[in-house]
């Protein structure tokens, strides 16, 4: 079983297995962690989860908050274009260090002339998680799932659905969730 001591640059933080404390995470992001506990009950068990004050949830506040590396969080923003009178959703993963390419990579792998950061409110609703903790576990099966390449190995503290809470996951855990797409130089 993993623990927090095999993830560098946590800080102060000391999650537990998440799949021990499923109340702390969003409905969708539950159910995600339990069909891959289903599928693979090893790779599920690594997932970790640490409870935290809603108010130090955004990325940098947290990071100065508990003494964390940057370089450990990842981020999931959610990018739409159309083609055809058709929206296209991407759920895009990359390091808190980077920002997500939509001008480029992602507007190509979505294949349509405009890509932009979907709206706060629509993101809360078709995603059922809360903003600021929008999360790829458990995210809608129409959605494309792009995960930067560097984020699909090594720890990622990434949302949980919620703002009280942050998920710890490795990359082998973001690269197995159901229909993720790793892609390089999704972040730049």
């Known amino acids: ?5 095999d993830i560098p640059g946590i800080g102060t933080l000391r999650p537990v297995p998440a799949l021990d404390r499923l109340d702390l995470v969003a409905p969708p992001v539950a159910r995600a962690l339990t069909a891959l506990a289903a599928q693979d009950p090893a790779l599920a068990s690594s997932a ?34 159309k083609r055809a009178g058709e929206e296209r959703v991407a759920a895009c993963v990359v390091r808190a260090t980077t920002s997500a390419d939509v001008n ?3 507007k190509r792998l979505l294949d349509v002339r405009k890509a932009s950061f979907w709206p706060q409110d629509r993101a809360v609703e078709a995603s059922g998680m809360e903003y600021g903790g929008i999360t790829p576990v458990g995210v809608p099966p129409q959605w494309r799932l792009l995960i930067d390449s560097r984020c699909a190995s090594g720890w990622s503290c990434i949302g949980s ?3 009280a809470s942050k998920l710890f996951v490795p990359g082998e855990l973001l690269a197995a ?12």
């Open 48 to 81: 970790l989860v640490a409870p935290i004050d809603p108010d130090l949830a955004d990325t940098e506040t947290m990071t100065r908050a508990f003494g964390m590396d940057l370089a450990l969080s990842s981020n999931c923003i959610l990018v739409a274009g």
């Open 177 to 188: 969730l159901p229909a993720a797409e790793v892609v390089d130089g999704l972040g730049a």
């Open 104 to 106: 480029h990579v992602v």
């Open 161 to 163: 659905g919620l703002r």
């Open 1 to 5: 079983m993993t623990d927090h001591t």
